[in-house]
């Protein structure tokens, strides 16, 4: 039988492992970046999804993604997704951690009509002004929020204010996310006039297209736009989907 002494001495010893596990682990994940870059730099081969987000798939389909941000708001999200039901048109929503932890029912209804849930990160803040740790920092605590309601992890994410550089791409990526910004930006956080909004969506759309739209209560006008959108987009062949479905009809993207 193993002495009191013994006991303690043996349970000192696997904290001791685990903390230089633990500590290993984040050393890694801290560093990766860093390294993938400078020795890309080193050799002259920097490519494109190490320096940029993914914005378009590379397909002759209309097909294209229908994308909204959220981050705060109690009257817009719900009547963004009444209009999607409506119409049963899969898109795809990029939710802040607070918000989503703050409104869990209304992320699964969005879920449960078919959308794809992926992550808008936990503060509104630059990621190209974060630390390697911060990034992941903050896109894990969302990553939490967001798979203890739908149940799935998120594969994207969009970074606040569409802000990234290539070092936030690779620690992004070191946690499992893609980052992702978006071929045609309607402008409706502007709140520029509902009949811009639908100008610059249905004019600029294009096969593989990422369309970058908001359902926060800050957009006063996009609840009023997306019928006339969904219109156009229909009266003009294109087939709407979700950002993971988009993926499956051609190459991806990346560019600044």
Request: hydrophobic share 40%; charged share 20%.
């Amino acid at each position: 039988m193993m002495s009191s002494f013994g006991m303690r001495y043996r349970l000192i010893w696997l904290s001791l492992v685990m903390l230089v596990t633990i500590s290993l682990v984040d050393a890694i994940t801290i560093a990766w970046p860093q390294r993938v870059l400078a020795q890309s730099t080193a050799m002259g081969v920097l490519p494109a999804q190490d320096r940029y987000s993914l914005r378009d798939v590379a397909t002759t389909k209309k097909v294209a993604a229908l994308t909204f941000d959220i981050s705060w708001g109690t009257l817009m999200p719900p009547k963004i997704l009444a209009i999607l039901k409506r119409d049963h048109v899969p898109a795809t929503i990029f939710v802040s951690g607070p918000w989503a932890r703050e409104h869990p029912e209304v992320v699964k209804e969005y879920a449960q009509a078919g959308a794809e849930i992926e992550s808008h990160g936990w503060a509104h803040v630059n990621y190209s002004e974060l630390s390697n740790p911060g990034i992941v920092e903050n896109l894990m605590k969302t990553n939490k929020v967001i798979q203890e309601i739908t149940g799935v992890k998120p594969s994207f994410v969009r970074p606040p204010n569409g802000d990234f550089n290539g070092r936030s791409i690779l620690a992004a990526r070191s946690v499992g996310y893609t980052t992702v910004t978006w071929g045609t930006d309607s402008l409706d956080w502007m709140n520029p006039g509902v009949s811009t909004i639908i100008q610059r969506v249905g004019g600029r759309i294009h096969p593989g297209d990422i369309v970058l739209m908001h359902a926060s209560d800050t957009c006063k006008q996009t609840d009023i736009a997306l019928p006339a959108i969904l219109q156009i987009l229909k009266n003009k062949g294109y087939k709407l989907v979700t950002l993971k479905q988009l993926l499956t009809y051609g190459e991806p993207i990346y560019r600044g």
